[in-house]
Structures are given as structure tokens and as C-alpha cells.
């Protein structure tokens, strides 16, 4: 079974995507900025899915070299830790929906999307230094267009919405920061820590937009 969610899980999630975004565009007039914003967060996600995975993808190789793996086409990132963490994040956000009127629940995904924006800023540095001999000449990776236009400006629409409408106080920052850590658990560390297998047979099968930039000792 697990086998055959491999092969289509991409697709599943797409097609989720595209049907969060035409129940949007259908009732979306009646729903308020926020719930707009909350409910956006679902749908930017499988089109980062798509650049950091197909178009041109690759995430993977930038994320296990980056914190030193000899094997960074499969390890400790494969393409099932990384299914699970996508999976899982998007049952997350579209579950956030729901909750769209407490502050904290805004003010973590706001924290998550501009995790991404800092993430991908950090990786696309870090590849630029280490491909700029080979032809790397700026700090694009997989991933980093849909993060910044995407993730970026809807956090930056979450900011201007909460500090406009919203009175935060000092119990929605600590229930921001524990449902923050709990994301963090659930979507990456523990699906990671569990699955990751220098042996796997979920590897990925190639460097894909790295690939222009590597030699035979790569």
C-alpha cells in the first residue's frame, strides 16, 4: 500500500490544492481576510510540494547536504519522510481553518511561513556557496520562488491583519510557540527521526536541479 501512496501521493495532493482553491474562489466573498489567509496556507502548499519535488525539484539534495550527509539523495530526507512531512502539514493547515479566529493559531502559521522564507534563504546561501564555482550564480533553490511570493506575502498579510485587528496577549505567544514546536514535532523531526535508513528504498533518483552543477566526484 505504501507503495502505491508513492506513486500518487503528489498527485493526491495537488488535486487537493485545486479544489481548496476553487472552493475559494467560489464562497470565498463571504469569508473574511483572515479566514481567506488561513485557508491560503493550504494551497500554496502543494504548489511548494510541486517546485521543491518536480519543477524543478531537488529540495531534498540541498537539505541532506546541507547538514552533512554522504548520501544526500536518500538520507536522512527521502521520499518518505518527506511525504509524511508534507502530508501531515497539510491535514495541519486545512485543520487550522477551523481555529482561524484565535490569534495563535494565525500567529503560528504566520511563524511557519516565514520559517519557510528563512529556511529556503538559508539554503539557497549555502548552495550558492558551494556550486558558485560550477556555475551557480544565485541563491535560487527548489522551493525558494513559491516560499517568498507565496508563504512570504501571506505572512506578511497575517502581520498587517493581526496588528490591525488583533489584541495578542502573552497566553496567545506561549500557545504560538507550543503549537509551533508541535508542528515541528510532528511534521518533520519525528517522521525524520523514525523513517530515515541509509538503505532505503525510497531514495531519491537524482539531484534534479543540482544536477547541471556536479561533476563525476559529486
Not at 524543478?56 to 548520501?71: C, D
Not at 484565535?102 to 502559521?109: F, K, P, Q, R, T
Amino acid at each position: 500500500m505504501l507503495k502505491q501512496w508513492d506513486k500518487i501521493w503528489l498527485n493526491v495532493l495537488y488535486l487537493v490544492g485545486l479544489v481548496l482553491l476553487m472552493i475559494m474562489v467560489l464562497a470565498g466573498q463571504s469569508w473574511s481576510l483572515r479566514f481567506k489567509l488561513v485557508w491560503l496556507v493550504a494551497i500554496i502548499l502543494p504548489v511548494h510540494a510541486c517546485e521543491e519535488w518536480q519543477i524543478p525539484g531537488g529540495f531534498h539534495y540541498q537539505y541532506n547536504l546541507s547538514f552533512g550527509s554522504a548520501l544526500p539523495n536518500k538520507y536522512p530526507m527521502s521520499r518518505l519522510t518527506d511525504m509524511l512531512t508534507v502530508c501531515i502539514a497539510e491535514v495541519v493547515y486545512i485543520i487550522c481553518a477551523v481555529f482561524y479566529q484565535y490569534h495563535w493559531v494565525v500567529m503560528a502559521l504566520c511563524g511557519f511561513c516565514l520559517l519557510e522564507v528563512f529556511m529556503h534563504t538559508f539554503f539557497g546561501i549555502t548552495m550558492y556557496k558551494r556550486f558558485k564555482n560550477k556555475g551557480k550564480k544565485t541563491i535560487y533553490n527548489p522551493g525558494l520562488a513559491s516560499a517568498y511570493l507565496g508563504f512570504g506575502t501571506t505572512a506578511a498579510a497575517m502581520i498587517l491583519n493581526l496588528s490591525k485587528y488583533a489584541a495578542i496577549t502573552g497566553k496567545d505567544w506561549g500557545l504560538t510557540i507550543l503549537l509551533l514546536l508541535l508542528m515541528a514535532l510532528f511534521e518533520i523531526f519525528l517522521p525524520e527521526r523514525i523513517f530515515r535508513n541509509k538503505q532505503t528504498k525510497y531514495g531519491f533518483d537524482s539531484p534534479m536541479y543540482f544536477t547541471k552543477f556536479l561533476d563525476q566526484k559529486n
